[in-house]
Nanobody, 122 residues
Framework: QVQLVESGGGLVQAGGSLRLSCAAS????????MGWFRQAPGKEREFVTA????????RYVDSVKGRFTISSDNAKNTVYLQMNSLKPEDTAVYYC???????????????WGQGTQVTVSS
């Protein structure tokens, strides 16, 4: 079992920045792919980004390319999501996830965090 805990969400004005953190514990593996998803009210959960266990491969949804950056720190068992130039449409609950293979699909991940709220005001 793997436990994931997100932090760093909050309220920010459009154009501002936030950094989310996801700390992993339990039976973690260096081979796990780590991903971020988000869900806005009334919408389905959406893939945002993912990083391979090695940290060498990343993938982003088109709407955040050039603004968001995913990174990992193996020594801390933590993955980060740096969000710059935030827009109101980025408002959502952001979820951290871990899975055995690289995937942009919701069902490709085995473990999920509880989510952290990000609100971007106009």
């Amino acid at each position: 079992q793997v436990q994931l805990v997100e932090s760093g969400g909050g309220l920010v004005q459009a154009g501002g920045s936030l950094r989310l953190s996801c700390a992993a514990s339990g039976r973690t593996s260096s081979s796990y792919v780590m991903g971020w998803f988000r869900q806005a009210p009334g919408k389905e959960r959406e893939f945002v980004t993912a990083i391979s266990g090695s940290g060498l491969l990343t993938r982003y949804v088109d709407s955040v390319k050039g603004r968001f950056t995913i990174s990992s720190d193996n020594a801390k068992n933590t993955v980060y999501l740096q969000m710059n130039s935030l827009k109101p449409e980025d408002t959502a609950v952001y979820y951290c996830a871990a899975g055995p293979r690289f995937s942009s699909d919701y069902d490709g991940y085995n473990y999920w965090g509880q989510g952290t709220q990000v609100t971007v005001s106009s």
